[in-house]
């Protein structure tokens, strides 16, 4: 058996436009996200601990044609591992 022989998952998100079903983007509304950084020795920086809060609507949508694909994003959030 070879890998394209293997079954597609037939709960994959594709876009109804371009057909596109491996790039999309999540884009949060009125999102504060907080950063805590170390500075080194050096004057660099690392950033050591990140948060964020979301106080608007989240929007998925598609990589390639940027249709909003909100509708599957239930789907998309249940399939973060």
Do not use: W
């Amino acid at each position: 058996m070879q890998p394209n022989d293997l079954p597609t998952p037939s709960n994959r998100i594709a876009c109804p436009e371009c057909g596109n079903n491996e790039e999309f983007y999540e884009i949060a509304d009125n999102a504060v996200i907080t950063t805590l950084y170390t500075q080194n020795d050096d004057g660099s920086f690392t950033p050591e601990e990140d948060t964020s809060q979301i106080l608007g609507d989240i929007k998925l949508i598609c990589g390639r044609c940027q249709k909003n694909l909100s509708m599957f994003h239930q789907r998309f959030s249940e399939m973060l591992f």
